[in-house]
């Protein structure tokens, strides 16, 4: 039996598979490579990696927007981004330590 399969040929043009069957899908006869649960298994995965991937990166970005626009906001008014650094450190907020951070780092800039 050989593979009801389709592959790439030598010229860029879909050519049917000539590996040996080895799997019978809805009465067609498939090779390892084209097996349909095999490859909606690696389509599964492929995408999956995808998704993880392109949500890393959108979580970058995001960080990287809200640090330039936090430097933003300290080169535009120290003393207000000192005072809601002081007052997010109070009441127990992470961006507390964040804003003294980015104001110690522009001091040292300006200096």
């Known amino acids: 039996m ?3 399969g389709r592959k790439r040929g ?3 043009r879909r050519q049917p598979c000539q590996a040996r069957a080895r799997v019978m899908w809805e ?4 090779c390892g490579v084209h097996d349909p649960e095999r490859v909606a298994t690696r389509d ?6 995808y998704q993880r ?3 890393q990166a959108q979580r970058v970005y995001q960080a990287e927007q809200d ?3 936090i430097v933003e906001a300290v080169a535009a008014a120290p003393t207000q981004v000192a005072l809601m650094g002081t007052k997010c450190r109070l009441i127990g ?3 507390g330590e964040l804003a003294e951070q ?3 780092v522009l001091k040292e800039a300006k200096a």
């Open 2 to 4: 050989i593979c009801m």
């Open 10 to 12: 030598e010229d860029g």
């Open 27 to 30: 009465g067609r006869w498939y």
């Open 44 to 49: 599964a995965t492929r995408e999956a990696d």
């Open 53 to 55: 991937k392109r949500e």
């Open 67 to 69: 640090a330039r626009a």
């Open 93 to 95: 907020n992470e961006w």
């Open 102 to 104: 980015v104001v110690a």
